[in-house]
């Protein structure tokens, strides 16, 4: 059997490794040829926990890393995993993925295989259906269903945690009509995850699936966070000690109910806003989703004015933000709410200073010298008025008083109260936790 993976980022990459490492003849294709140059060295183009392990492993077995679409023409399963970003009006631009299956077309046309094409990026419902399935037959002249598969097959992994969900995922979704070639597709994943459900349905649902999944994430985040913003009004009041209790109703469930600054990342946000793009263009008004999206907004301007409440001006004070991470064990600052609270203190004319354990490359990328880098908390400190924890990097735990020891005014904002149980000889204010 052969596998070809059609775009390497995180979940192209993470499948490609898992996939090689495994042992499966697998062939990775991105059309970047210096991404392939890194990846075909074993190394990866982004911080993920154990992916250079596996991709290692693979590379040792029967994995190809290239550029040249060619490749993928004897391949039983083509996985496309490009992305599918967000446009301005909040739709998503499918063009990467529009080129992709334009190409899988064309290697289809020249071809007697009859591999199974299954789509793993993000698309709104009826997209396989009608844009995907056609260029496909448009440009092989060849017929889904009798010389090639299409399969939907939405992704749920986490970064920081893509290898661990990439060989034990909760599901495996398949979209499509039943033909002899899903049956073949669920016969190669109950081999791949003998444990895991596997759900087959039509197209249209599999995408809905995938939107509803991050969309009830997105909501469990922002119903706490609006909680959290009332447990600030009620002294003493904790909001972790409620998620905690209300996470024990198993109705509920304890996950994604961390208060914080918001979610941020390449996929939350973006499918929020996609999901109410779509439900409008469908004639329907997505009051719950909007509030959602709108309480993930307000959470930043929560800070800033409790920043302002402190310092009075912020004009020319210095503010050092730990983690600009869109979350712990990732160098990815893509829609990052920290990167956001940044761009507004610059409005603000605030001395921005910087500390992340993985992100600070990726940071420069956006700021470059508007704003100053440090790799040691001790340092990034040093003569700040006000510290902000914005990602819940296991190093922030281990802040104390001689850390903050050389700030101005001993200030701390901590949107994930990594240190609300520290007696820090500071004035400390946390996100979700009730004033006195
Ligand atoms: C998210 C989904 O969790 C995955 O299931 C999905 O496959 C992926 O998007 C995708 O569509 O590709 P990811 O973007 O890696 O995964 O990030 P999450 O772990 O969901 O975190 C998103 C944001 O929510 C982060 O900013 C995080 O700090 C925040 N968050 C998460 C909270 O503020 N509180 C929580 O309790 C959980």
């Known amino acids: 059997m052969k596998i070809a993976i059609i775009g390497l980022g995180f979940v192209g990459l993470s499948l490609t490794a898992v996939l090689a490492s495994k042992g499966y003849k697998t062939i990775g294709v991105d059309v970047d040829k210096l991404k392939c140059d890194i990846i075909s060295q074993g190394n990866s183009t982004f911080f993920e926990p154990n992916l250079e392990n596996k991709l290692r492993a693979g590379l040792k077995k029967d994995l190809i890393i290239t550029n040249n679409f060619s490749m993928i023409k004897n391949c039983d399963y083509v996985f496309v995993t490009v992305g599918t970003p967000q446009k301005s009006n909040g739709s998503i631009d499918l063009s990467m993925i529009k080129k992709a299956v334009a190409s899988i ?136 000690d409620i998620s905690t209790t209300i996470g024990l109703d198993p109705r509920i469930g304890k996950k994604f109910l961390n208060a914080g600054p918001g979610y941020g990342g390449s996929c939350l946000p973006k499918d929020m806003k996609a999901l109410i793009n779509f439900a409008k263009q469908s004639k329907v008004d997505p009051t719950l989703l909007q509030a959602v999206d709108k309480i993930n907004e307000n959470q930043i301007n929560n800070i800033i004015i409790r920043l302002k409440n402190k310092l009075g001006k912020l004009e020319s004070k210095n503010v050092t933000i730990l983690g600009t991470a869109f979350k712990p064990n990732t160098d990815d600052v893509r829609e990052s709410i920290a990167i956001e609270l940044i761009k507004k203190l610059l409005k603000l004319k605030v001395n921005v200073t910087i500390h992340d354990p993985k992100a600070i490359n990726n940071t420069k990328e956006i700021f470059e010298e508007k704003i100053n880098y440090s790799g040691n908390i001790l340092q990034s400190l040093r003569d700040s008025h006000c510290a902000i924890i914005m990602t819940q990097w296991k190093e922030y735990e281990s802040i104390n008083n001689n850390m903050i020891k050389n700030m101005k005014k001993k200030l701390v904002f901590d949107t994930r109260r990594i240190l609300a149980k520290k007696k820090l000889n500071a004035d400390y204010y946390a996100i979700g936790i009730g004033e006195d």
């Open 105 to 240: 077309g064309e290697i289809l046309q020249q071809s007697k295989n009859k591999p199974i094409i299954l789509i793993k990026s993000t698309v709104i419902p009826g997209t396989i259906q009608n844009v995907i399935l056609r260029i496909l037959e448009n440009k092989s002249h060849k017929k889904a269903g009798k010389d090639f598969g299409l399969i939907s097959n939405p992704e749920f992994l986490q970064e920081s945690s893509a290898i661990k969900d990439t060989i034990y995922p909760h599901v495996v979704v398949l979209g499509g009509y039943k033909t002899k070639f899903m049956k073949k597709t669920e016969e190669f994943f109950s081999k791949l995850h003998p444990k895991t459900p596997i759900i087959i349905t039509n197209h249209q649902t599999a995408e809905m699936i995938k939107y509803a999944n991050n969309s009830f994430l997105a909501t469990k985040i922002s119903f706490i966070n609006q909680l959290s913003t009332i447990c600030q009004n009620i002294p003493g009041a904790n909001v972790d």
